[in-house]
């Protein structure tokens, strides 16, 4: 089977959801995010601060392009930021059946308000900053998901299940 790729902003349930349906569908789970901190050997707030932003975007890319070689029958789970750009919307959309796991910026709060590993939401005031950042995102994931799945509301099994009977016409 091809790649299922969850996008989506954080907190909306990438990484929960990956693990749940790679197990229920016998798929290689794969987080690109903790692929990266792996092959780094640092965390993403490391990364950012001492790198930038555009150095982990860079990372982002290159991971994308080796993933077209050696990634098949995964779920693969993405950092929030990386359809932003146009070739990994692409490259996302060529690996296999992009899935935007949406939710409504109330949802995300209190998904993330706790979460302090989260570099993008550092610093100034939570809430506009998920605001200003969903807003910049949206079209982004629109563009690149083959299907949009609402998580709000919703427990993990009902959204895997909602994805499996999605999925069913992209093999």
């Known amino acids: 089977m091809k790649n299922i790729i969850l996008i989506g902003f954080m907190g909306a349930g990438k990484t929960t959801v990956g693990k749940l349906l790679s197990r229920e569908k ?21 990364i950012f601060s001492e790198s930038g932003e555009e150095h982990f975007r860079n990372l982002e890319t290159e991971l994308l392009r080796r993933m077209q070689e050696d990634t098949y029958n995964a779920v693969i789970s993405v950092g929030g930021g990386m359809p932003v750009r146009p070739e990994n919307r692409r490259l996302l959309q060529e690996l296999g059946c992009v899935i935007y796991l949406s939710a409504t910026k109330e949802t995300i709060l209190e998904r993330v308000k706790s979460d302090g590993s989260r570099p993008m939401l550092n610093g100034g005031e939570l809430v506009s900053k998920v605001e200003c950042l969903m807003r910049e995102r949206e079209a982004f994931y629109r563009q690149t998901a083959h299907v949009d799945v609402r998580t709000d509301g919703r427990s993990i099994q009902h959204v895997v299940k909602i994805i499996e009977q999605e999925t069913r016409r992209f093999r």
């Open 26 to 46: 016998e798929m290689l789970f794969v987080d690109t995010d903790d692929r990266i901190v792996s092959e780094q050997g640092r965390t993403i707030p490391e």
